[in-house]
């Protein structure tokens, strides 16, 4: 995969020089390119921002140094046919999930635009369609100074994806998320240690039990602490066993789907 950061803070990505995604690109797994956008502006002070049509507070990103900089990044785009797809990092996005990441990890050619101050000139956005997919991605409901942090958060979620960049892919099966839950709570040696006790049933050598405890785990942490996860949750062919925990939960399956008892 080849990836195009643009950004006017281009050391702000170095740390995806580092472990996995690092490692990734030096196997030649990822080909990531980092583009300063001042180098894309002409005039004497390499003015990359100007005052809001419509007044009020901060500054927006000019259009030009823009659509020069992302002219050459589709130019980059290997001739496969497709689009390359431009994500723009902002809070006024659509959120970035676990299933976004999968889909972005297919794409030969992915491409950020870093905005900086209140966004980029929203021309801009429109003009790309012609040469890019483009996405107006959020990674939450807060808000951050520029999309560099979040570009780290999205280049290391689709980077991990991809084949070969995680050692053992086994990993990626049984982790948060991958199946609508979250992860189970995991433990590793010393048994004991200072009084606290691994769960018995873990040490047992049973493994059919050891994946049910498994289970109900991330339906317990699931209903704690991400109970809107447990909505869209395909409870359609779950075994007797684990519709008794969802029920001791406070949810039963109805239609396939789970739903919060009342008196829960
Ligand atoms: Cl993707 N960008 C910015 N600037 N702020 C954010 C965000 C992205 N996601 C949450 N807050």
Redesign the pocket.
């Known amino acids: 995969m080849r990836i195009d950061v643009v950004s006017i803070f281009p050391e702000y990505l170095a740390p995806l020089e580092l472990s996995l995604i690092g490692k990734a690109r030096q196997d030649g797994l990822l080909d990531l390119n980092v583009h300063d956008l001042r180098t894309f502006t002409t005039d004497k002070h390499r003015s990359v921002d100007d005052t809001p049509y419509g007044g009020g507070a901060g500054m927006v990103m000019k259009a030009e140094p823009w659509a020069q900089a992302l002219t050459v990044v589709a130019e980059l785009h290997p001739d496969d046919g497709g689009k390359p797809v431009l994500i723009v990092?902002?809070?006024a996005?659509e959120r970035?999930n676990q299933a976004l990441a999968y889909e972005l990890a297919e794409e030969k050619h992915l491409a950020f635009a870093c905005?900086r101050y209140e966004g980029i000139d929203e021309r801009v956005i429109e003009w790309a369609q012609e040469h890019f997919t483009v996405r107006p991605?959020?990674?939450?409901?807060?808000?951050?100074?520029?999309?560099e942090v979040?570009v780290l958060a999205m280049v290391e979620a689709v980077g991990r994806l991809l084949p070969g960049v995680v050692g053992n892919p086994e990993s990626l099966v049984e982790e948060s998320h991958s199946d609508g839950l979250l992860e189970y709570p995991v433990y590793t040696k010393p048994a004991s240690w200072r009084d606290r006790e691994v769960p018995p049933v873990l040490l047992s050598g049973n493994h059919g039990k050891i994946a049910q405890w498994r289970r109900h785990q991330q339906y317990a942490r699931t209903a704690d602490r991400r109970p809107d996860l447990l909505a869209g949750f395909d409870a359609g062919s779950l075994p007797r066993a684990d519709r008794t925990e969802l029920h001791h939960l406070g949810y039963d399956v109805v239609d396939g789907q789970l739903v919060r008892r009342d008196d829960a």
Request: charged residues 5%; proline residues 11%; without cysteine.
């Open positions: 990092p902002s809070p996005g970035f905005g991605v959020s990674l939450g409901d807060y808000v951050l100074n520029g999309g979040a």
